[in-house]
């Protein structure tokens, strides 16, 4: 199994940047596909964005430009990098993980493992 423990969350004004961690264990990312997922009060859970075992990247269009996903093999964690940030990125954001190489495409049931959730709060 897979274990992943998100970390960074926080509260920052609009505008602010904050970088998320998710630390992986049980299997190397290069044999996976990381997400992040969000999900604010009252919504369903949406995807963020993705980086495949082969480097290969999706952006949702809401954090097209702001965020940024990147992965440090050696420490089996993945990143994501908020800049911009809006009140509307407040959400508890999710990390997530599911075999393959290049699954960048694979729709939220797909992923086989899930993080606790970190909470991203951003003030007007």
């Known amino acids: 199994q897979v274990q992943l423990v998100e970390s960074g969350g926080g509260s920052v004004q609009a505008g602010g940047s904050l970088r998320l961690s998710c630390a992986a264990s049980?299997?190397?990312?290069?044999?996976?596909?990381m997400a992040w997922f969000r999900q604010a009060p009252g919504k369903e859970r949406e995807f963020v964005t993705a980086i495949s075992g082969r480097g290969f990247t999706r952006y949702a269009d809401s954090v097209k430009g702001r965020f940024t996903i990147s992965r440090d093999n050696a420490k089996n964690t993945v990143y994501v990098e908020m800049n911009t940030l809006k009140p509307e990125d407040t959400a508890v954001y999710y990390c997530?993980?599911?075999?393959?190489?290049?699954?960048?495409?694979?729709?939220?049931?797909?992923?086989?493992?899930w993080g606790q959730g970190t909470q991203v709060t951003v003030s007007s």
């Open positions: 997530a993980a599911r075999p393959g190489y290049d699954s960048i495409w694979a729709r939220r049931s797909e992923y086989d493992s």
């Open positions: 049980g299997r190397p990312l290069s044999t996976m596909t």
